[in-house]
């Protein structure tokens, strides 16, 4: 009894695998149709951003926000603050600092 359920599995596997072939050798891939993009990117340099809290992307209303000690550079500009947001929709960074010890 063993012997014939071995042999009905590997009959089973082996079928398997010839129409797994088959099906290999009748599919192809389409070429892309899509137009290659040949602009240059648009920035000179990349953004880096860094905070030691968190960073919170609000995709629906296209604004990050990084929280605690953040800092964003691009090329030689580093802006340092405690919050900073970013706004896509308007191409503003807001960066907000916390108040000292004097409540300054």
Same mark, same amino acid.
């Given at each position: ?40 990117? @648009?920035?000179?340099? $990349? /953004?880096?951003?860094?905070? #030691?809290?968190?960073? %919170?992307?609000?995709? =629906? +209303? ?9 800092? @964003?550079?691009?090329? $030689? /500009?580093?802006?340092?603050? #405690?919050?900073?947001? %970013?706004?896509?929709? =308007? +191409? ?13």
């Amino acid at each position: 009894m063993n012997k014939n359920i071995l042999i009905l599995v590997s009959f089973i596997f082996l079928l398997t695998g010839f129409f797994n072939n088959s099906y290999a050798k009748n599919s192809f891939i389409c070429n892309d149709t899509l137009p290659k993009n040949s602009s240059e990117t @648009i920035l000179e340099f $990349n /953004i880096e951003r860094h905070c #030691n809290d968190s960073i %919170i992307q609000d995709i =629906e +209303n296209k604004k990050i926000y990084l929280y605690g000690n953040a800092s @964003i550079e691009y090329g $030689n /500009i580093k802006i340092t603050a #405690n919050k900073i947001v %970013i706004d896509w929709k =308007e +191409n503003t960074i807001l960066a907000i600092g916390t108040k000292d010890s004097m409540g300054n």
